[in-house]
C-alpha cells in the first residue's frame, strides 16, 4: 500500500510559481510510475505529468516548457515546479502512484492562479 500526501498549493497571480510536493509513504524507487493530475471545477481530471521509475518523464502539451516533474528518492518525494502559470492552470491537483497494478491518490491540493 502507498499513502500519499500533497502540500504546496495555494493562490499565486497569473506568471507566478508554485512546487508541489507529494510524500509518499514508501520508498518511491520501488513504485512503477508516479504523476501528478488535476482537476478543475465541472471538468474531468487530467493528467499533467508523469515519472517513471527510471525517471523518464512525459507532460500534458498545455504544461511542456513550464511546469517540471522531479523526484528526491532518499526523501521519498516528488515535485511539481510549476512556473509561467495561468488562470487555466487553476484546479485541484492530485499525486498518483501506480504500485504493482494498483493506482493511489492523494487527497489533493488546491492551486489557484488569479489573473
Known amino acids: 500500500q502507498v499513502q500519499l500526501v500533497e502540500s504546496g498549493g495555494g493562490l499565486v497571480q497569473a506568471g507566478g510559481s508554485l512546487r508541489l510536493s507529494c510524500a509518499a509513504s514508501?520508498?518511491?524507487?520501488?513504485?512503477?510510475?508516479m504523476g501528478w493530475y488535476r482537476q478543475a471545477p465541472g471538468k474531468q481530471r487530467e493528467l499533467v505529468a508523469l515519472?517513471?521509475?527510471?525517471?523518464?518523464?512525459n507532460y500534458a502539451d498545455s504544461v511542456k516548457g513550464r511546469f517540471t516533474v522531479s523526484r528526491d528518492i532518499a526523501k521519498n518525494m516528488v515535485y511539481l515546479q510549476m512556473n509561467s502559470l495561468k488562470p487555466e492552470d487553476t484546479a485541484v491537483y492530485y499525486c498518483?502512484?501506480?504500485?504493482?497494478?494498483?493506482?493511489?491518490w492523494g487527497q489533493g491540493t488546491q492551486v489557484t492562479v488569479s489573473s
Open positions: 498518483k502512484a501506480n504500485h504493482r497494478g494498483t493506482e493511489y
Open positions: 514508501r520508498p518511491i524507487f520501488s513504485i512503477n510510475v
Open positions: 515519472i517513471t521509475e527510471g525517471s523518464s518523464t
